[in-house]
């Protein structure tokens, strides 16, 4: 059914439906773009109150970008993209009939990689899968699917506020068929993004350059180099950074940030990333233990409430 389903799409891509999977800060933003794209989209995630959670961000967001595309008339801008999003926690019923499968969940390669295992059997067999993983690597994240799936996976990696930022990175494993990676190119274009092209490496492009760079941050804190206060300040106006290091961290999301930094740490063990740019730092695990998670907590570095 999926098989015909592409067959008749009148895109070039042959994507109609997108599943995502993850209503987080991220999940919600690539729901929120495909459904302006005119997409249809199911969205996904493991209780109601994450999905309702989701659902929050979108509409709040939608508002923002109604009142600048359609002034005149924001509350039916908002409804005709929402009209395009369902909901579900159930993945199999999530994957059942689905052009493209875009995963937005927690930054562990276990979870990741046992989610598209399970979902390589529910799909439909010619379903693209797609990881938004900020640092993990594709192939691995594949590692659980067949040969066949392989060649129609690659990465998605969207940008945070997703439906500000125009960028979406899109990434190849020496596996990715041609046609898997044109299609997932062409339908960032629609979703009105910049698509750029990356092998599947550490950090891709943006995050390679970035992490290390919000980690020393972090750890020139731990140092006591400068407060926190002084280094964003420092960056914006001495660097022209929209935010500083701190509000971008809490921005981003600790855990999520401590995530990328223990994943690496186990890369730098393995020789392929450079062991002091990975290095964890005292702060940033201070605060996840403690539940400050960042903007999405209401505290992090900063306090939001
Ligand atoms: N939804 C919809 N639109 C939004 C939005 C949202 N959540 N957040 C911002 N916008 C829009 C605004 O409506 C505004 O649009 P116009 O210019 O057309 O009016 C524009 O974005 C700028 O927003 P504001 O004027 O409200 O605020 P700002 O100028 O301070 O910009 C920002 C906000 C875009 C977030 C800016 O501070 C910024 O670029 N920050 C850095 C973000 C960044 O670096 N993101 C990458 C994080 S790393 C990552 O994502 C990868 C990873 O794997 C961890
Ligand atoms: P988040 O914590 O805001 O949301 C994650 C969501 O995934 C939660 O709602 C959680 O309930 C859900 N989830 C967990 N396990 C699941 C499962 N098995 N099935 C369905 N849903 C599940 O995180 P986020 O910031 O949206 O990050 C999600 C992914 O995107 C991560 O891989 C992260 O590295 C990546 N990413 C994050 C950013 C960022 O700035 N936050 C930017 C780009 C990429």
């Not at 989209?41 to 979108?58: P, Q, R, S």
């Not at 960032?188 to 750029?196: A, D, I, S, T, W």
């Not at 500083?244 to 020789?271: C, H, M, N």
């Amino acid at each position: 059914a999926v098989g015909a389903q592409r067959l008749m799409s009148t895109q070039s891509d042959g994507i109609n439906t997108i599943t995502i999977f993850g209503a987080g800060l991220m999940g919600a933003g690539i729901a929120q773009v495909s459904a302006q794209a005119g997409l249809k989209v199911i969205l996904t995630d493991v209780t109601d109150k994450a999905l309702e959670n989701g659902m929050n961000i979108i509409n709040k967001s939608l508002v923002r970008v109604g009142k600048k595309q359609q002034p005149d008339d924001i509350e039916g801008y908002t409804r005709k993209a929402l009209a395009n999003i369902t909901t579900t926690t159930d993945p199999e019923q999530a994957v059942a009939s689905t052009d493209l499968v875009c995963e937005a969940i927690i930054e562990s390669i276990k979870v990741k990689r046992d989610l598209f295992a399970f979902l390589d059997k529910k799909a439909g067999a010619d379903t693209i899968f797609a990881s938004n993983t900020s640092s993990l690597g594709i192939s691995e994240i594949a590692e659980g699917c067949t040969e066949d799936r392989k060649a129609l996976f690659g990465g998605l990696h969207f940008f945070n506020p997703v439906p500000a930022m125009k960028l979406v990175e899109v990434v190849r494993t020496d596996k990715t068929s041609d046609a898997t990676f044109q299609a997932l190119f062409d339908v960032c274009k629609r979703m009105g993004k910049v698509p750029v092209a990356c092998n599947d490496t550490p950090g891709f492009i943006v995050n390679r350059l970035l992490v290390p760079y919000l980690l020393e941050a972090a750890r020139m804190i731990d140092r006591g180099d400068a407060t926190k206060e002084d280094i964003d300040i420092a960056m914006k106006l001495g660097a022209g950074y929209p935010m500083g290091p701190f509000e971008l961290l809490d921005y981003i999301g600790l855990d999520t940030t401590q995530f990328i930094s223990d994943g690496w740490v186990d890369k730098a063990k393995a020789g392929v990333l450079p062991e002091a740019l990975v290095a964890p730092t005292q702060s940033i695990a201070e605060l996840v233990k403690k539940g400050e998670l960042g903007r999405k907590s209401g505290k992090g570095f900063y306090d939001y409430t």
